[in-house]
Each structure stands twice: as C-alpha cells, then as structure tokens.
C-alpha cells in the first residue's frame, strides 16, 4: 500500500493522484528487509517468466521455419479443387502473419518486464530511504 507524504494533495488508495503527490511506502508494509526480501523474490519470477518467454520464442521461430520450408515443397499441394484447400504462397503468408503476430507479443511482453523491473528497482530505493527514517520514529514513540 502506498500512501502520499503530503497531506494536502490527495491520492487515491490505488497510487493514482489527481495532485502528483510523491508516494512512499507505507511502514506497515515491513521492515526493509523484508521488503527487499520480496522485491528479490519477484526479481527471480520475472527472470523466469523471462526465459519461458525466450524459450517460446526460439521455439515458434522454429516451427515456422519449418513451416516455410515445407510450403516450398510442391508435392504437398497438388490439389487445388477445393476452396478451403490452400496454395504454397498462402501457407507462407498465413505463417508470416502469425509470426509477426506472436512477435509483437513478445515485444509487448518484454517492455512489460522492464517496466516491471524499473518499477522494482524504484521500490527498492524508495525503501531504503524510508528505512533511514524508521529509526528516529521508534526512539520517538518508546
């Protein structure tokens, strides 16, 4: 949860100020530590959501490389009585598309990591500087 450190400009509970309010972390959220221990652990899942991205990647890359190199091979559209029956050129033509399709996904997908990482490495130093500043508040309420 984060909270505004103004109290004049209003946020609301999802982070999105109508003001720019600058947001820190709530203190209830834990120590720094923790925290880091969290934001580490969501580091390591976006590294894996990573891989399986770049696996898949490899992997419809090549089955589409496969996919051309078989509508190349004449024997396997000889016929052509049938409407729903396809020729050479669109096999080759629907397997671009769908690669620049899943491509562009990916594409997506890889901004939202580094959006996500930017946003954890934010967390992270937003958190160290609210651990400087716990210390005094427990002296003071003791």
């Not at 999105?16 to 880091?36: M, N, V």
């Not at 990647?57 to 559209?77: G, Q, Y």
């Not at 997506?108 to 130093?125: N, P, V």
Request: glycine fraction near 8%; include cysteine.
């Amino acid at each position: 949860m984060l909270y505004s450190s103004s109290r004049r400009k209003m946020t609301s509970m999802l982070g999105l100020g109508l003001r720019g309010g600058k947001l820190t972390p709530s203190p209830l959220e834990g120590t720094g530590a923790f925290r880091a221990q969290q934001t580490e652990s969501n580091v390591k899942q976006i590294g894996r959501r990573e891989w399986w991205l770049w696996l898949s990647a490899f992997f419809v890359t090549a089955f589409s490389a496969v996919a051309l190199v078989l509508s190349s091979i004449r024997s396997f559209f000889l016929h052509t009585d049938h409407f729903y029956e396809l020729r050479p050129e669109q096999a080759r033509w629907g397997t671009f598309c769908l690669l620049l399709l899943f491509n562009g996904w990916m594409l997506y997908r890889q901004w939202s990591f580094r959006r996500e990482r930017r946003q954890l490495a934010g967390e992270t130093r937003a958190g160290t500087r609210q651990e400087r500043k716990l210390p005094a508040l427990v002296v003071w309420i003791r």
